[in-house]
């Protein structure tokens, strides 16, 4: 086609996945691809998957937020088959590469291929959950395919605390299964996750004159490993929070130094890999804390040499001004709540080999003129565990007083694991049928976007595929393109067994 035809060039003439297959679902993804759709930004993506539903004679909702739901009827043999929620989430993360300059507002990803897989350009890819929304749309468009009737629910928002999710209108579904295309392994079925809540525990901060003679300190942990507070919270790696409460102590107890400023941590989903405490104490007293900082830091550093063999802990002058410091109540109930709360793994399921149960991330701390505030998430894929560990967090600030408090926030269900559900034993015939073997069954500790539909959908029966992807959320994120075609097989096949 030649280049003057202007608006009808053929799409795949410039495609960089041209020849890939499924073609149908390489197209989509590769026209998804093009548009920008981060986190809140999902209203052109949204119109376009409505518009192009919709010149299918497919009904569409679209709501206030840019939440999709699309019918579309049970092809023949199929009309009175059990209804099938289909879900993927539209929006991307959008990360760059130091000194790339990516304007994700406005710009798509720029795809390229190597070797086996998918790259973005220096940026995130997207394939989180671009994959989810290209397989739904190559079902909309294929009429060749069996299948029950499907509700497609397509959320905004998923990576920014499943906003989409919580607002979606579980009333308008009539289904009582779902199949959710967000997970990234071809040769395991995903079948439950746990559920979290966040609780933001506070001190309320009253300020004492900085006494004559002191010497202002920055008490510092960086280096540590880090990581994802649900995926890594098995491998034991150091708190920075933590830690620095632990090192506090010693040296509000050993040289009366008073603090004056706190922080750690960046986001309640990340295990902290720093913290600072800013604090004063009388200059004829610096070298002896430092002494003393010194030995706990070696302690520190041998406990965790294998988790955290970066960890670095320094006590050096500061360069703030301050006049005022936390009372020395204030600053011990501090310490106390940074030392007591519950941090780690609290279980693990004798269920599932090797899963944690139950865990909880002492995330944020953080200080303004009138509170200081730590902020916890707490995963557990049982509920009442989930609760029983934020009334301990309660209780500890009944004991610490001082007016602490602890308010919870962002509670999401778990999907639990059940061997017997319909949805799993389908995936695992279909799967059986299409590859002759069976396939893992995955179980995890991370809070997904799908324990929210178990609040909308009591009895809700879910699963989740998804082709091979490595490093989602950060640039490094990867599709393996050659897998994508087993997972429409799976996909397939699933659908056809879903008859009954
Ligand atoms: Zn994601």
Redesign the pocket.
């Known amino acids: 086609m030649s280049v003057h035809a202007g608006k009808t060039i053929d799409r795949r003439a410039n495609s960089v996945l041209a020849g890939l297959e499924p073609a149908i679902f390489f197209g989509f993804f590769e026209e998804l691809s093009a548009i920008p759709r981060g986190s809140y930004n999902e209203k052109q993506v949204s119109d376009h998957i409505a518009n192009f539903a919709r010149s299918r004679g497919f009904e569409v909702c679209q709501d206030d937020i840019y939440n999709l739901l699309i019918r579309k009827p049970g092809t023949p043999g199929y009309e009175n088959a059990p209804t099938l929620i289909l879900h993927g989430h539209t929006d991307i ?1 959008c990360e760059s590469d130091e000194g790339v300059d990516h304007d994700f507002n406005n710009e798509g990803i720029k795809l390229q291929v190597i070797g086996d897989f998918i790259h973005g350009t220096g940026t995130t890819l997207g394939a ?2 671009t994959v989810g929304v290209a397989f739904a749309m190559s079902l909309l468009a294929s009429d060749d395919i069996a299948h029950p009737p499907l509700e497609i629910v397509l959320t905004v928002q ?2 920014v605390g499943k906003g989409g999710a919580q607002y979606f209108d579980g009333a308008k579904l009539s289904g009582k299964r779902l199949l959710d295309m ?1 997970w990234h392994d071809p040769k395991s079925l995903f079948a439950g996750c746990a559920g979290d809540i966040s609780a933001r525990f506070k001190i309320p901060l009253k300020w004492e004159p900085l006494a004559s003679g002191q010497t202002a300190l920055s008490l510092r942990i960086s280096g540590l490993s880090s990581g994802h507070s649900e995926f890594d919270i098995h491998l034991e790696r150091a708190n920075a929070i933590v830690q620095l409460g632990r090192l506090l102590r010693i040296a509000i107890r050993e040289t009366g130094a008073s603090v004056a400023e706190v922080n750690g941590g960046v986001n309640r989903y990340v295990i902290p890999g720093e913290a600072e405490a800013i604090i004063s104490v009388h200059a004829s007293k610096v070298a002896d804390l430092k002494q003393k900082i010194e030995a706990e830091a070696a302690a520190i550093a041998f406990e965790y040499k294998t988790s955290d063999p970066s960890l670095k802990i320094a006590l050096t002058e500061s360069q703030n001004q301050f006049t005022e410091v936390f009372s020395a109540q204030a600053a011990r109930a501090m310490v106390d709540a940074m030392n007591l709360l519950p941090n780690g793994v609290q279980s693990k399921s004798l269920q599932v080999e090797g899963l944690v149960e139950s865990s909880n991330t002492v995330a944020l701390l953080s200080n303004d003129r009138n509170e200081v505030e730590i902020v916890n998430t707490i995963p557990s894929a049982v509920s009442s565990r989930r609760y029983n560990i934020v009334d301990k967090i309660r209780q500890l600030s009944e004991l610490i007083g001082n007016g602490a408090t602890v308010e919870t926030f962002a509670d999401c269900p778990e999907w639990p694991y059940n061997p017997d559900s319909r949805m799993l034993n389908a995936g695992k015939a279909a799967y059986e049928r299409e590859f002759g073997e069976q396939p893992h069954v995955e179980v995890s500790h991370s809070s997904l976007e799908l324990g929210l539909f178990r609040k909308k959908v009591p009895d809700i029966d879910m699963l989740s595929i998804g082709p091979e992807a490595f490093d ?2 950060t640039t490094r994120e990867r599709l393996n393109h050659t897998t994508v075609d087993s997972t429409w097989r799976l996909l397939k096949s699933l659908l056809s067994e879903l008859r009954t």
């Open positions: 993360v989180d959950n998923e990576e967000n989602v959320h």
